[in-house]
């Protein structure tokens, strides 16, 4: 389906409203667990959030467990696009360790407020945040070991560009661990205008 910049405009402005809401409120509006309990879930291990605060813990809304489809290596350079509240983000930072560097990535002015305070009681150095969407990933050509993303892609208007700009940040030989939802029924019986019914 092809979209108007109108209507591209308009599902960005639905998907910033939706996670809004969700970082003055977290776990509303979700058909799937969150929070700890999604955490538990989705089989993260105490020893993955050993360095992840409770508050990155409580806005988890991710729909999967990337770091189950391979390991983090210390030294090594991650990438977590559409890193929310950042507890995906930081369980990579306590793999990569000190010597590591991790950026995460988010269009959520506010969700990234809540991963920024996360990593202020985190204590961790070399974490940095973005604001930015998936399709302008702000970093440089074959500059990151390692991309995650956590349920985020499916909120992406554009996934060949975003898809494009993640081949092109991951150094040869780097690896793209993402964890999605996808549609269970055919595309007909999907809302026909994205732009009115997004999120309802």
Same mark, same amino acid.
């Given at each position: 389906m092809s979209l108007s910049p109108d209507q591209k405009t308009a599902i960005h402005a639905a998907i910033s409203a939706r996670y809004a809401k969700v970082a003055a409120c977290p776990g509303r509006g979700f058909k799937y667990p969150t929070g700890a309990a999604g955490l538990a879930g989705l089989g993260y291990g105490p020893e993955l959030l050993t360095d992840v605060p409770g508050q990155a813990m409580e806005y988890f809304c991710g729909v999967g467990n990337p770091f189950s489809l391979g390991r983090i290596e210390p030294g090594q350079t991650v990438l977590d696009v559409g890193c929310g509240a950042g507890a995906d983000?930081?369980?990579?930072?306590?793999?990569?360790?000190?010597?590591? &560097?991790?950026?995460?990535?988010?269009?959520?002015?506010?969700? &990234?407020?809540?991963?920024?305070?996360? &990593?202020?009681?985190?204590?961790?150095?070399?974490? =940095?945040?973005?604001?930015? !969407?998936?399709? !302008?990933?702000?970093?440089?050509?074959?500059?990151? !070991?390692?991309?995650?993303?956590?349920?985020?892609?499916?909120?992406?208007?554009?996934? !060949?560009?975003?898809?494009?700009?993640?081949?092109?940040? &991951?150094?040869?030989?780097?690896?793209?661990?993402?964890?999605?939802?996808?549609?269970?029924?055919?595309?007909?019986?999907?809302?026909?205008?994205?732009?009115?019914?997004? =999120?309802?």
């Amino acid at each position: 389906m092809s979209l108007s910049p109108d209507q591209k405009t308009a599902i960005h402005a639905a998907i910033s409203a939706r996670y809004a809401k969700v970082a003055a409120c977290p776990g509303r509006g979700f058909k799937y667990p969150t929070g700890a309990a999604g955490l538990a879930g989705l089989g993260y291990g105490p020893e993955l959030l050993t360095d992840v605060p409770g508050q990155a813990m409580e806005y988890f809304c991710g729909v999967g467990n990337p770091f189950s489809l391979g390991r983090i290596e210390p030294g090594q350079t991650v990438l977590d696009v559409g890193c929310g509240a950042g507890a995906d983000t930081l369980v990579a930072a306590g793999l990569a360790g000190e010597s590591g &560097l991790v950026v995460g990535l988010d269009p959520s002015a506010d969700m &990234l407020a809540r991963a920024r305070g996360a &990593l202020s009681a985190a204590g961790r150095g070399r974490v =940095f945040f973005l604001r930015a !969407d998936a399709e !302008d990933i702000p970093l440089a050509s074959s500059s990151v !070991d390692v991309i995650l993303s956590n349920g985020a892609m499916n909120l992406v208007v554009d996934k !060949d560009r975003a898809l494009a700009g993640m081949w092109r940040t &991951l150094r040869p030989g780097g690896a793209l661990r993402l964890a999605d939802q996808t549609l269970i029924r055919e595309p007909s019986a999907c809302p026909r205008d994205p732009a009115e019914t997004w =999120f309802r």
